[in-house]
């Protein structure tokens, strides 16, 4: 009687075991399918390693990713797949580099971001940006450059020592948040950037600013505070 008991209470916690699979199996299929009807992939707080493979089987649906505060390491080449997205957050992980392919996103756009930083605030309709702020990125790729579109690229919070050159490419930039990094210089293209009107470089290793920002026209607002700077050319003043 008693083998008899333990036989019908073990496939009952088996079936209870199996109903439970079968209904977060349910779920996930449920939230996969609103995912690609509304092109909004919310996965914030989700204590992520690394990038669901649902979010590279949705493709082009994908326009907006959101995977702040997650654990994430990296971030695989296929993100490439989601070539419409038009709003990506990656802020407060554990990333130390950007694949190459992040290039190929030329849509990148949002309406309203405020970063990890204080300073950095946006808004507007029409900005394009991207966040990589609160990460372990030791390098941009030079990729991040052809985003043509790029409005407002801030990389807050990391472990940089280098900006690439051809961030000059951007032309419409017009706010660079580079806070609380290890740059000891800034490139002298980024006075390429014709629209930039906003440099946040705070608490980095700067001894010196390029005179060539001095031939930025729109520029009205820099934050050199915190670094080594002995003396500012009169031009970007």
Same mark, same amino acid.
């Given at each position: 009687?008693?083998?008899?008991?333990?036989?019908?209470?073990?496939?009952? =916690?088996?079936?209870?075991?199996?109903?439970?699979?079968?209904?977060?199996?349910?779920?996930?299929?449920?939230?996969?399918?609103? /995912?690609?009807?509304?092109?909004?992939?919310?996965?914030?707080?989700?204590?992520?390693?690394?990038?669901?493979?649902?979010?590279?089987?949705?493709g082009d649906k994908v326009k907006t990713l959101d995977l702040?505060?997650?654990?994430?390491?990296?971030?695989?080449?296929?993100?490439?797949?989601?070539?419409?997205?038009?709003?990506?957050?990656?802020?407060?992980?554990?990333?130390?580099?950007?694949?190459? %392919?992040?290039?190929?996103?030329?849509?990148?756009?949002?309406?309203? /971001?405020?970063?990890?930083?204080?300073?950095?605030?946006?808004?507007?309709?029409?900005?394009?940006?991207?966040?990589?702020?609160?990460?372990?990125?030791?390098?941009?790729?030079?990729?991040?450059?052809?985003?043509?579109?790029?409005?407002?690229?801030?990389?807050?919070?990391?472990?940089?020592?280098?900006?690439?050159?051809?961030? =000059?490419?951007?032309?419409?930039?017009?706010?660079?948040?580079?806070?609380?990094?290890?740059?000891? %210089?800034?490139?002298?293209?980024?006075?390429?950037?014709?629209?930039? %009107?906003?440099?946040?470089?705070?608490?980095?290793?700067?001894?010196?600013?390029?005179?060539?920002?001095?031939?930025?026209?729109?520029?009205?607002?820099?934050?050199?505070? =915190?670094?080594?700077?002995?003396?500012?050319?009169?031009?970007?003043?």
């Open positions: 009687m008693g083998n008899v008991c333990c036989g019908e209470s073990g496939s009952f =916690g088996k079936s209870s075991s199996n109903r439970g699979h079968n209904r977060i199996s349910r779920q996930l299929e449920q939230r996969i399918s609103n /995912y690609a009807a509304t092109g909004i992939v919310p996965l914030r707080d989700a204590r992520l390693t690394e990038l669901p493979a649902f979010v590279e089987q949705l702040t505060n997650n654990r994430l390491e990296a971030i695989p080449p296929s993100i490439s797949n989601n070539y419409n997205l038009s709003r990506l957050t990656l802020a407060q992980n554990r990333l130390a580099q950007i694949p190459e %392919e992040i290039g190929q996103l030329r849509n990148l756009k949002g309406d309203s /971001y405020v970063c990890s930083c204080q300073q950095f605030h946006v808004q507007g309709s029409t900005a394009r940006v991207l966040i990589l702020d609160s990460n372990a990125l030791q390098t941009l790729p030079a990729s991040i450059c052809g985003l043509e579109k790029l409005e407002s690229l801030s990389v807050a919070s990391n472990a940089l020592a280098t900006i690439p050159n051809e961030i =000059g490419q951007l032309r419409k930039l017009k706010t660079i948040t580079l806070s609380h990094n290890r740059l000891r %210089e800034l490139p002298s293209s980024l006075s390429r950037c014709s629209a930039l %009107e906003e440099i946040y470089a705070s608490d980095n290793y700067l001894t010196a600013i390029p005179a060539e920002l001095g031939g930025l026209d729109r520029l009205s607002l820099c934050n050199f505070d =915190g670094n080594r700077i002995e003396a500012v050319p009169a031009d970007v003043l």
